[in-house]
């Protein structure tokens, strides 16, 4: 990881764990009709009429039964990942609880994402890692992540500021590299390494997960908790289709180190030089303080401390 930027990790997980999620979601996928008819959901061959990607409203509309998937969710937490990931970041791992599910239809190059590095987009920390796993094999013409060697020695680099794109021609770094990874294949990054898709020129969807860790008394930004976008999720929404309580607010067990924290929030809502944005932390506040007195209330319910250890027996 140091000398690259990047770790591949063969067989990490077994296929067997990766194919429950897999079906779950190629379940809602070919109920949406992104599937040729009459052909297996497991061969994943795109309908191309379907074709949409994550700005359009029917894409959206299928990702968030997706993202509702207690699966989904649970998939980061699992062992052989925790265990690797503790590895790189330390005892103290946090696992960041929005992890982000692609599907990317083929021959789309509006679908292709671009090159970039998660410490913009996701505002991370720099001692965050991304963990890129596809749910099924991906040789390079379905179009797995590549990434630019060495490239995060190099601080943030220059980009466009509306869309975090960096230009591959003047990104800094060694050779661009990729190949086939296969399910139960991990690929790991540092949040300043720069990566892109490789186009998807097969006539498959493909189907990959990214999500991210870093050490939790790194300070972390509250965007990371909630949703200040415009989906209109909420964690209770998402929460009341899952069967176990174990996941739910896990966060909230560790002394997270807000950055900003609630009080800057309060006075970001109202001050931010960038006025566009105060709705923006005003939302971010109201969401966390609401996520705090509710996992107050069920853990006052199970006479459970907030930040404390860990009492569900
Ligand atoms: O899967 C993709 O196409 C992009 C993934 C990505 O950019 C990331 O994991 O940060």
Redesign the pocket.
Same mark, same amino acid.
């Given at each position: 990881m140091d000398s690259r930027g990047y770790v591949l990790i063969r067989e990490l997980l077994p296929v067997s764990h990766i194919k429950p999620l897999l079906l779950q979601i190629l379940e809602i996928v070919q109920e949406a009709g992104w599937l040729l008819p009459d052909s297996s959901p497991l061969e994943r061959l795109a309908d191309l009429s379907e074709a949409c990607g994550d700005s359009d409203p029917e894409f959206k509309t299928v990702y968030e039964r997706i993202f509702q998937l207690e699966l989904f969710h649970a998939f980061p937490h699992h062992p052989a990942l925790q265990r690797i990931m503790s590895l790189l970041v330390g005892p103290r791992l946090l696992v960041h609880p929005k992890p982000?599910g692609?599907l990317?239809f083929p021959k789309c190059e509006r679908f292709?994402?671009q090159a970039?590095q998660?410490h913009q $987009?996701i505002a991370g920390d720099a001692g965050s890692f991304?963990i890129?796993m596809p749910l099924h094999d991906c040789p390079i013409e379905v179009?797995p992540?590549q990434v630019l060697e060495n490239s995060h020695r190099f601080g943030l680099q220059s980009n466009n500021p509306a869309t975090g794109i960096i230009a591959k021609e003047t990104a800094q770094g060694d050779d661009w590299v990729s190949g086939q990874i296969n399910a139960g294949d991990v690929l790991i990054f540092h949040d300043l390494t720069v990566?892109?898709?490789t186009p998807n020129t097969s006539d498959q969807i493909r189907i $990959?997960m990214?999500c991210r860790f870093q050490d939790y008394t790194r300070a972390l930004n509250p965007a990371n908790l909630v949703f200040p976008g415009s989906t209109g999720r909420s964690w209770e929404a998402i929460y009341s289709h899952w069967h176990s309580d174990d996941l739910k607010y896990f966060w909230q067990k560790l002394p997270l180190t807000l950055k900003p924290s609630l009080g800057e929030l309060n006075v970001l809502a109202e001050t931010a030089e960038a006025s566009r944005m105060r709705p923006r932390y005003a939302k971010i506040l109201s969401q966390l303080q609401s996520q705090i007195s509710l996992v107050k209330i069920s853990h006052e319910n199970s006479e459970v401390t907030v930040g404390g250890p860990t009492q569900t027996d």
């Amino acid at each position: 990881m140091d000398s690259r930027g990047y770790v591949l990790i063969r067989e990490l997980l077994p296929v067997s764990h990766i194919k429950p999620l897999l079906l779950q979601i190629l379940e809602i996928v070919q109920e949406a009709g992104w599937l040729l008819p009459d052909s297996s959901p497991l061969e994943r061959l795109a309908d191309l009429s379907e074709a949409c990607g994550d700005s359009d409203p029917e894409f959206k509309t299928v990702y968030e039964r997706i993202f509702q998937l207690e699966l989904f969710h649970a998939f980061p937490h699992h062992p052989a990942l925790q265990r690797i990931m503790s590895l790189l970041v330390g005892p103290r791992l946090l696992v960041h609880p929005k992890p982000i599910g692609r599907l990317i239809f083929p021959k789309c190059e509006r679908f292709v994402i671009q090159a970039h590095q998660d410490h913009q $987009s996701i505002a991370g920390d720099a001692g965050s890692f991304t963990i890129w796993m596809p749910l099924h094999d991906c040789p390079i013409e379905v179009g797995p992540l590549q990434v630019l060697e060495n490239s995060h020695r190099f601080g943030l680099q220059s980009n466009n500021p509306a869309t975090g794109i960096i230009a591959k021609e003047t990104a800094q770094g060694d050779d661009w590299v990729s190949g086939q990874i296969n399910a139960g294949d991990v690929l790991i990054f540092h949040d300043l390494t720069v990566h892109a898709a490789t186009p998807n020129t097969s006539d498959q969807i493909r189907i $990959s997960m990214d999500c991210r860790f870093q050490d939790y008394t790194r300070a972390l930004n509250p965007a990371n908790l909630v949703f200040p976008g415009s989906t209109g999720r909420s964690w209770e929404a998402i929460y009341s289709h899952w069967h176990s309580d174990d996941l739910k607010y896990f966060w909230q067990k560790l002394p997270l180190t807000l950055k900003p924290s609630l009080g800057e929030l309060n006075v970001l809502a109202e001050t931010a030089e960038a006025s566009r944005m105060r709705p923006r932390y005003a939302k971010i506040l109201s969401q966390l303080q609401s996520q705090i007195s509710l996992v107050k209330i069920s853990h006052e319910n199970s006479e459970v401390t907030v930040g404390g250890p860990t009492q569900t027996d």
